[in-house]
C-alpha cells in the first residue's frame, strides 16, 4: 500500500513538472524588464539630444569666431594694400 502511494505520489510530481504554467513572477519580471529597457532608451535620448545641443553651440562659436578673424585679415590686408600703393606713389 505504501509503494502504490509513493507511486502515485511521483507520477503526479511528475505530472506537475511536465506543465509549468505561467506564474505572476514571470509576469512582473517580463514587465519590469520592459520598463527598464523603456526608461534606458528615454534617458539615452535625452543625453544624445543635450550633446547635440552643445555640438551645434560649439560649430556656432567656431563659425563666428572663423568669420571676425576673416574680417580682421581682410582689413589687415586692405590696409597694407593701401600703404603700399602710397609708398610706391611717394617714392615715384
Known amino acids: 500500500m505504501r509503494k502504490k ?3 502515485e505520489a511521483i507520477l503526479a510530481a511528475k505530472k ?3 506543465s509549468p504554467k505561467p506564474t505572476q513572477g514571470s ?4 514587465v519590469s ?3 527598464g529597457y523603456v526608461g534606458h532608451i528615454c534617458i539615452d535620448a ?3 539630444r543635450v ?3 552643445k555640438i551645434d553651440r560649439l560649430y556656432e562659436e567656431n563659425i563666428k569666431r572663423l568669420d ?3 574680417a580682421r585679415y581682410l582689413e589687415d590686408s586692405t ?3 593701401e600703404a603700399s600703393k602710397v609708398e610706391r606713389v611717394s617714392s615715384s
Do not use: C, P, Q, T
Open 68 to 70: 571676425e578673424l576673416k
Open 16 to 18: 506537475h513538472a511536465a
Open 51 to 53: 550633446h547635440r545641443y
Open 5 to 7: 502511494i509513493m507511486k
Open 46 to 48: 535625452f543625453k544624445r
Open 79 to 81: 590696409a597694407r594694400r
Open 27 to 30: 509576469w512582473a519580471l517580463s
Open 33 to 35: 524588464f520592459l520598463a
